[in-house]
């Protein structure tokens, strides 16, 4: 158990919805990053937050979006899906939010889009 | 852009060690690190080389080459339960940290 939870744990929904993922950091821990596994695409970065400030953003389209909160959650607002949304999508957390911090992972929420 | 490169599957005897090679292409790099993750599971934390050389962390080992943007993970005295997918990822600074990770080697350890 890394300490990192994300909720819901599996999500089924249609095209055109729009759902909120939750991730709450390891204690202590003041960045929040997320990343989206596909078969056909890996593991792709998404976007980081530290103590509340976007950080980097990476692959993330623009139907996406997420914020850190006040107290260090996050959320990650998908909307709009299509059918190739559906993938694992994974929160981790990291002291620091710098290149040599460990990231630890979340169990990941599973998103199928119908 | 930015590109990794890893073999896609490995297999191996339990007890035997193995290698599993990363090369990597990006501007901004700072540094490679090395994720195991099980069928079903999140990625787990391994290693992470900012320096050339070998780093040891119990029967896992990581090195990095910087002049020649390579990479491997080391795993010895290999277990069944080491059979799972693992992962090279490079931190680049470019408009901020971020991590790229390859497509995954998917390891099977057998008997």
């Known amino acids: 158990d890394s300490g990192v939870t994300q909720t819901p744990k599996h999500l089924i929904t249609a095209t055109g919805q729009r759902v909120t993922l939750r991730c709450s950091p390891r204690s202590g821990d003041l960045s929040v990053y997320w990343y989206q596994q596909s078969l056909d695409q890996g593991l792709q970065f998404l976007i980081q937050y530290y103590n509340g400030e976007e950080r980097a953003k990476g692959n993330i389209l623009e139907r996406f979006s997420a914020q850190q909160f006040p107290d260090l959650h996050s959320e990650l607002n998908l909307s709009s899906l299509e059918l190739g949304d559906s993938a694992l999508y994974f929160c981790?957390?990291?002291?620091?939010?710098?290149?040599?911090?460990?990231?630890?992972f979340g169990p990941g929420t599973r998103l199928t889009v119908l | 852009g930015q590109s990794l490169e890893q073999p896609s599957e490995v297999t191996a005897v339990e007890g035997a060690i193995v290698q599993i090679n990363c090369t990597y292409q990006t501007s901004g790099f700072y540094g490679l690190s090395w994720y195991q993750q099980h069928d079903g599971g999140a990625p787990t934390f391994l290693s992470y080389?900012?320096?050339?050389g070998l780093e040891e962390t119990g029967r896992f080992s990581s090195f990095l080459s910087r002049s020649d943007s390579y990479g491997y993970l080391l795993l010895q005295e290999l277990q069944m339960k080491d059979s799972a997918s693992y992962f090279c990822a490079v931190r680049v600074e470019t408009g901020g940290f971020k991590t790229i990770f390859g497509a995954g080697t998917r390891l099977f350890v057998k008997a």
């Open positions: 080389n900012a320096l050339d």
């Open positions: 981790a957390s990291s002291l620091a939010g710098v290149p040599t911090d460990t990231q630890y």
